[in-house]
């Protein structure tokens, strides 16, 4: 048998140390990788995450402002972002189209429900990548966010293929126009992350802008590829932490009574500008403000050329309300005899005449009557009995000149001239030097609280929204004490005689049943030119800076306007005093503050009722003229409402808490203040329709309540409820 000589196959071998040195290789690099984890300097690991794991933005919410009683001003709700899927490749079953396939009819049809124009839209439709490929999705800006679920709804209507929304969230401001320069508006922002947010751009939202945003939260968890959560991993959640809340100074009820009466009163005349602000007397808290013309803060109309709050940041020269501090500055000086007499008419200066505005005077008169008619040369006489260096002192301890300090951004100090010697005389009156609406204000609660003069303030406290936790309180705050109590009583009776007094100027500003004190303002206006003064009856910044009750003052209201459209038989008060009357009477009337004419009510002071019983202490508060309302099934008491040490009118509302099933009250007439007590300690769904005294409610009374249903109250406005009789007063003096 022939032997087979063995044959060496050279490409065999070759192949054999080629694959073997490939697979020794690649043996060597996936023992490398599994080593240091790392390719080409690359994390494995964290490619692997950055593949399966998913993180989401948890959105947080911003921070609420809201009135003193807790009514909501503002607030993010709800709302929707709309998008338009225009990458044919999103469609898979062209029976289905899940793209734009018609951009013309779709941009005819969105521009019926968002602000933007068909042919904008049908652009952002048709819009390609320089390369002149598709993008996948469009969006249409600020135009196209915000969309209501109203308007969601009629989209979808439509069954437009590729439009879709997001869930989104957008500032709500519920009131529409409401202190609008005060509150101000935001505006959606795209953050680096991709996510949008409200920014403050003005008012309370841009100075509070910081302590209103929250922070956004996230949450990481892992899928497979498939994007399938997988089970038993663990999601780290970050949470997202909301913003602060606001509470502000402001009443709702009686910033709806300026808004209301300014908006009637700004129709008629059709003003250059108005301006209305409600203080509290005593604390010097803005319990309303308001200007004309304003804008709603949602939609931003009325914007355009009106950003400046005028009422504390434009300056004015006020008028004769200015005589008001010039007649404190004398009666604490110790230049002030009421029925010491002067001639008035004219008053020299170097050499200028000073006048008064009826230019002839009413021969020698008291400076009490001069007061009452606003007579400028009296004011002239008066400072040069005290001196100039001592009016300018008074005037600056009233805070003219500087920052009141007011919560509110970007205020304006006015200037007191004291250049030539007629600037003292013309400040005394109030032309010339300038100062701001709150400076009056201000002012002014020296005159009503017994010469202690009080900062004016907005702003009640800020609270963390989480945890209910109060960060920061706003108290009221003395501002100095520029004239004795005495002096301030005695100017409150002068100021009350100019509404009284068959001369005074004040007369038109009469309210039936409550006593009125103030001084009417009727300031020039300077010239835009730059020479001089306007002139002719509709070219004047017509005021009126008051309080009621006069003996014992509750509220300060101050308002201007300024180039009203009179009509020929008008003085320019009525304007004023149409928003001043019914504002001051409302106001008075939901704050339960008892007309002068009423006979003084035996008060009743509460005690301690906690841990005692319902019935007994129900009996005792009824024998005392006092109606207690409980809370529960009655027994022992938990809780009450007023607490201990208050005082209170026969005839008031006492809350008493206890256990058990509630049953509902009447609420027939009752205040919204006391609707809110109600519903804070019992815990009811109560919801309030309107504003004033309660006129209906859906449940009635003597219901026990099992669940959560609301229940919803209507209240009516203390004008329908107490709507004045009486005929107008004819004409009246004009200061």
Known sequence: MKKKKFRFQWGAFLMFIFYGGLFFALFLRIAYIQATGQVEGEQLKAKAAALYQKEAVITAERGKILDRNGEVIAEDTLSYRLIAIVNPAAT?????????????????????YISMDEKDIYRILTKRKPDGGY????????????????????????????????????????????????????QREEQKDGTFISVGKMGLELTYNKQLTGENGKIKYE??????????????????????????????TIQNFLEDTMTKVYKEYNPEVMVGIVADAKTGEILAISQRPTFDPETKIGLENNWLNYVTQEVIEPGSTMKTFTLAAAIDSGHWN???????????????????????????????????????????????????ETFIQYLQDFGFGKKTGIDLPDESTGTILTRYPINYVTTSFGQGSTVTPIQLVQAMTAITNDGVMMQPHVIDKIVDSTTGKVIEKHKPKAKGKPISAKTAKQVRQILASTVTSEAGTARRYQIEGYNVAGKTGTAQIPNPNGKGYLYGKNNYLYSFLGFAPAD?????????????????????????????????ENSLKYLNIDPDDVKPVESVNIENYIGKNASAIKQELESKGLKPVIIGE???????????????????????????????????????????????MSGINIEVVGEGYVESQSVTENTIINDSSPIVVKLKRPEELFAPEGKENGELPQD
């Open 552 to 584: 014992d003052p509750q509220l300060i209201i101050y308002v201007a306007v300024k180039r009203p459209n009179l009509k020929a038989s008008e003085i320019g008060s009525e304007p004023v005093a149409k928003v001043f009357k019914p504002v001051m």
């Open 223 to 252: 899928t497979d590829a498939f994007h399938y959560l997988l089970p038993n991993r663990e999601k780290m959640v970050k949470p997202a932490k909301n913003g602060n809340n606001i509470y502000l100074t402001i009443d709702k």
């Open 338 to 388: 009421p029925n010491a007499t002067y001639q008035s008419g004219a008053y020299k200066v170097a050499d200028s005449t000073i006048r008064d505005h009826n230019i002839y005077g009413w021969g020698r008169i008291t400076y009490l009557e001069g007061f009452q008619r606003s007579s400028n040369t009296a004011m002239a006489n008066l400072l040069q009995s005290m001196g100039n």
């Open 634 to 680: 009655g027994g022992e008491i938990a809780d009450q409402y007023p607490k201990q040490g208050t005082s209170l009118l026969k005839n008031s509302l006492v809350f008493l808490k206890t256990d058990g099933k509630i049953t509902l009250p009447s609420f027939k007439n009752w205040s919204l203040r006391n609707v809110l007590i109600y519903k804070a």
């Open 92 to 112: 898979t079953d062209p029976e289905k189209p899940q793209h734009v396939t018609d951009p013309e009819k779709t941009a005819k049809v969105l521009a019926k």
């Open 135 to 186: 993008y996948y999705q469009v969006e249409f800006g600020s135009a196209g966010r915000g969309i209501s679920h109203e308007t969601k709804t009629k989209i979808e209507k439509e069954k437009l293929p590729g439009i879709k929304f997001v869930s989104d969230t957008k500032r709500y401001y519920p009131n529409g126009v409401f202190a609008s320069h005060l509150i101000g508006y935001t």
